[in-house]
């Protein structure tokens, strides 16, 4: 079954350094996503990409992260200056569409990153 | 705004028994998707579970069953006959278009 890679699956950055979560999704989905899960809380949508452009984002996704999908295969997770309260798991995820068709909504197995 | 309410943070279930957790939702759309993801300790959403709005049936997987009240907005989770690997978190996530929305999530202990 096709899976949505997550790289690396365990980061531990310094406060203030910039850091790239990398996602390789299911080769023929069209939509891509970040969420975040901070310990013990909900899963937060962070954003969504379709057609090399920011589709939708959330309150959490401030000017300090980016997205980009920079040779067709990856797709990378970018906070330019972490914070201690960036520490948390994230999850990549992509799909074959928006809406319908339901089936093919995929979850990676997420990078937990850890600022010290 | 679609919202997710999982009123249970934590229950726990004998082994083989049946354990039942509540999920409530809010939205405005008619057309959306309901899951119940499994998160076990390595932290991997898992999905368990889907069920669409405009299906009456409600969804069935081996021992995973869901009772989806469209009218009262409620989806709830029935595990039957419950093992140890059940043990996890579970997540009821809403989705309409595009992105999934989260409930805070149910910590499901089982007792051997």
């Known amino acids: 079954e096709p899976e949505v890679t997550q790289t690396p699956s365990h980061q531990v950055t310094q406060m203030g350094q910039e850091v790239i979560l990398r996602c390789v999704p299911i080769?023929?989905?069209?939509?891509f996503y970040w969420y975040r899960q901070i310990l013990g809380q909900k899963v937060e949508f962070l954003v969504s990409?379709?057609?090399?452009?920011?589709?939708?984002k959330s309150e959490i996704f401030d000017d300090q992260f980016s997205v980009e999908r920079p040779d067709g295969s990856n797709f990378t997770l970018k906070i330019r200056s972490t914070k201690l309260e960036d520490s948390a798991m994230y999850f990549c995820?992509?799909?074959?569409?928006?809406?319908?068709?339901?089936?093919?909504?995929?979850f990676g197995s997420g990078t937990r990153l850890t600022v010290v | 705004a679609q919202t997710v309410t999982q009123s249970q943070p934590e229950m726990s279930v004998q082994e083989a028994e049946t354990v039942t957790l509540s999920c409530t939702y809010d939205?405005?759309?008619?057309?959306?998707?309901l899951f119940w993801y499994k998160q076990p300790p390595s932290r991997q959403m898992i999905l368990v579970i889907r069920q669409e709005a405009y299906k009456q049936q409600n969804a069935t997987e081996n021992r995973f069953s869901v009772n989806f009240q469209k009218a009262a907005k409620s989806f709830s989770l029935k595990i039957s006959d419950s093992q140890l690997g059940d043990a996890a978190m579970y997540f009821c996530?809403?989705?309409?278009?595009?992105?999934?929305?989260f409930g805070t999530g149910t910590s499901l202990t089982v007792i051997p």
């Open positions: 996530a809403y989705r309409s278009a595009g992105e999934f929305y």
């Open positions: 995820a992509s799909s074959e569409g928006r809406g319908r068709p339901l089936y093919g909504y995929t």
């Open positions: 939205t405005s759309e008619s057309d959306y998707y």
């Open positions: 990409f379709y057609n090399n452009e920011i589709s939708e």
């Open positions: 080769s023929n989905h069209l939509y």
